[in-house]
Structure formats: C-alpha cells, structure tokens
C-alpha cells in the first residue's frame, strides 16, 4: 500500500513538474530573446534543474507549487537561465528556498505570500568566475591548506611572483583557502583568503538575523516607539561591538550570548566547517572582477550576491516581514488569489511584461534595466 501511494506521489510530482515546465520555459526563452541574449540548451537544462529542484522542494513541505507567486518564479528562473547556475551539479552552484513574505506597506494589514529566494552556492561562483573573471582562462582546483601543513606563501618581485609551496599533512582545521588562477595573457596568479577574514562573514550573519530582533523590549519592532528602536539599536550595537571584541570566528561560535542568532548551518558540527570553507572560497571569488558582456546579466548577479542584494533592499526590508515557511501554521498565512492553472500562470506572467512594457515608455532607455 505504501509502494502504491509513493508510485502516486511521484505521478503527481511529474506531471506538476512538466505542467510548470510547459508554461515557463517558452516565457523564459522569449524574454530572454527579448534581451537579446541566447537561451542555448545549457540555459534550458539550467531552468528545468531549478524548476525540478523548487517543485521538489514546495511538493515535500506539503505545500501547493500553486501558491508560489508566479512573477516571482518567473524571476528566479530567468536569473538562473541567464548567470547559467546549475542545481543539479554536484556540488551544487545555486540553491532554494521558501519565505513567507509580509507584502504590505509598513502600517498596513499583513499581506503573506509564499516566495521562493534564489541563492549562490560556493561552486557557483567557481561556476561564475570561470565563465565571466575578466581575462580568466582557468580555474584551478582550490587549495584546502590545514593547520598541520607547510605552506610557504607566493612572494612579489616587481611584476615577477614566486608561486606559492604547499606541502599536505592532512591534519587539524582549514587555516587559509588558495586558489590558482590561469589569465589569457599566460600568468597565474594564487589568491589566498584566511579563516581569520570568515569571522567579518559571520558577523554579517548575524547582525542580518538580529533584523526583527526586539530582545524583549517590545512584541513588534513594526509597532515599537521611538524610544523603544532606540533602546533596540543599543542592544545591536552592543552585540556588535562583542563579536568585534572576540574577533576569532571559533571565539563567536562558542559565545552562548550569541548563540541564538547563529543558524544551525554555522553552529551544528557536521555543517560548521563547510560553511566556513565555503565562506573563505566565496570571499576569494567574489573579489575577481567579471565581465558579463550584458547589462541585464549584471544586473541579476548583482541582486542576487548577498552584499549588495541586501544593501539594495535595506528600505524594502524596513517595510516588509519575512520568516521561515512553516506549512503546519497556515492560519498565519493570508494567501493571494493563487493561480490554479497555467492559463492563470501565463496571464500573470502576461501581466507584468505589459506593465514592463507601459514604464519602458515613460523612463529614459538607458534605466529600462531596472526593469529587468
């Protein structure tokens, strides 16, 4: 019986998968047309890795894919399709996410919505770098340099270099991460990030985490006074200033005042070490300059790396709440008109190219991008 209810489930898992990837995929491509750039087959196996990934995802939480706005699944899967992040590579480059998204103005009656969030993963950035580093040939394979090893570090000459020696043990935690990178012009050059440089990482985590703190001083920091913000500001600052005060990433992560704002990817032992490298590998890729050669391009990676998306929404988060997507607590959850066909997916996707279309004509061409 439960054989035949799994056979069930996975029959229903897909045909939601090939519905979904009926009416997206084709809207993909034209918008992708539209901005003149190529939807190859890489783009598509890319789109349908990411939508197989999501109804996966919406389909073992309990939820219907059907309430996931459809504008804002649009989005993700034109920004995988253009920055060509694969979900299915092991390890992975991108990953997924449902929110509860508060969508109404600050005062206003919450108005929830499920949306799913898009995110890099560290082999994406390799993934990144490697396509669009500027005069980049190849990317190496990462060095993991241990504390038990030798590593003596690459010196400078003028313009010559003495590449770094690197000898393994295989022993005691990941200190430093190296990276060999092959230009156009033939040189290579070895960019190394520190353990040290992750605890500034950490410290990002976890002052984003403290964003709907109010330790306390009031139930809602929406409805809290001015005085009360003051007095929240205080306790952020305060918390701020220890986690510079300990300096040390494993000094953080042992701090029990700090605990509860740590999430359990950087706290529980099986995970920790991996976000840290993953940390430390993100900082090197990040720092490469890359040339996408398109505009629209740009502007997605830009919105999805985690600095300046945040910074690009610092006013949106002020107005808006967000938490985790719990299924067992609908009642929380004041749904939109959710469409239940792919007639209703296509009209809402419609929709919004023809109010693209309508402020296209009354702003200059060359801040039409912000549209995108």
């Known amino acids: 019986m439960a054989e035949k209810n799994t056979q069930v489930a996975n029959k229903e898992y897909n045909t939601g998968l090939n519905t979904y990837l009926k009416a997206y995929v084709p809207m993909i491509q034209k918008q992708i047309a539209e901005d003149g750039e190529t939807f190859d087959d890489y783009?598509?196996?890319?789109?349908?890795?990411?939508?197989?990934?999501?109804?996966?995802?919406?389909?073992?939480?309990?939820?219907?894919?059907?309430?996931?706005?459809?504008?804002?699944?649009?989005?993700?899967?034109?920004?995988?399709?253009?920055?060509?992040?694969?979900?299915?590579?092991?390890?992975?480059?991108?990953?997924?996410?449902?929110?509860?998204?508060?969508?109404?103005?600050?005062?206003q009656t919450p108005k929830w919505e499920k949306q799913v969030e898009f995110n890099i993963e560290g082999d994406g950035y390799d993934a990144l770098t490697a396509r669009y580093g500027r005069g980049v040939k190849k990317v190496y394979p990462f060095w993991a340099v241990r504390e038990g090893d030798t590593f003596v570090p690459p010196k400078h000459r003028g313009l010559e270099v003495t590449p770094p020696e690197w000898e393994e043990s295989g022993q005691g935690k990941v200190v430093r991460v190296v990276y060999p990178i092959e230009y156009t012009d033939g040189h290579i050059e070895y960019h190394v990030s520190e353990r040290a440089d992750v605890a500034k990482n950490l410290a990002a985590h976890i002052n984003n985490n403290m964003q709907n703190e109010t330790f306390g001083i009031c139930a809602d920091r929406y409805k809290a006074t001015d005085k009360q913000k003051q007095e929240i500001a205080a306790k952020k600052r305060e918390i701020m200033d220890k986690i510079r005060e300990l300096g040390d990433v494993e000094a953080i992560l042992s701090c029990e005042e700090l605990k509860p704002y740590i999430s359990p990817s950087w706290s529980e032992y099986q995970s920790q070490e991996s976000m840290i490298i993953r940390k430390m590998r993100n900082n090197i890729m990040k720092k490469i300059p890359k040339d996408f050669g398109s505009a629209a391009v740009a502007h997605t990676y830009n919105m999805i790396d985690d600095g300046v998306y945040r910074e690009v929404h610092e006013e949106i988060e002020a107005n808006a709440n967000k938490e985790e997507f719990i299924p067992a607590e609908p009642?929380?959850?004041?749904?939109?008109?959710?469409?239940?066909?792919?007639?209703?997916?296509?009209?809402?996707?419609?929709?919004?190219?023809?109010?693209?279309?309508?402020?296209?004509?009354?702003?200059?061409?060359?801040?039409?991008m912000e549209d995108m």
């Open 331 to 368: 009642e929380r959850i004041e749904e939109k008109p959710a469409p239940k066909t792919v007639a209703d997916v296509t009209a809402g996707v419609k929709e919004k190219e023809t109010l693209k279309a309508e402020k296209k004509q009354d702003v200059p061409s060359f801040m039409q």
């Open 43 to 107: 783009s598509r196996y890319c789109v349908v890795a990411a939508m197989g990934e999501i109804i996966s995802m919406v389909h073992n939480s309990g939820a219907d894919p059907s309430t996931i706005n459809p504008n804002n699944l649009n989005d993700i899967l034109l920004s995988v399709a253009r920055l060509k992040l694969n979900a299915n590579a092991v390890p992975r480059e991108c990953y997924f996410q449902i929110r509860n998204v508060n969508v109404a103005g600050k005062g």
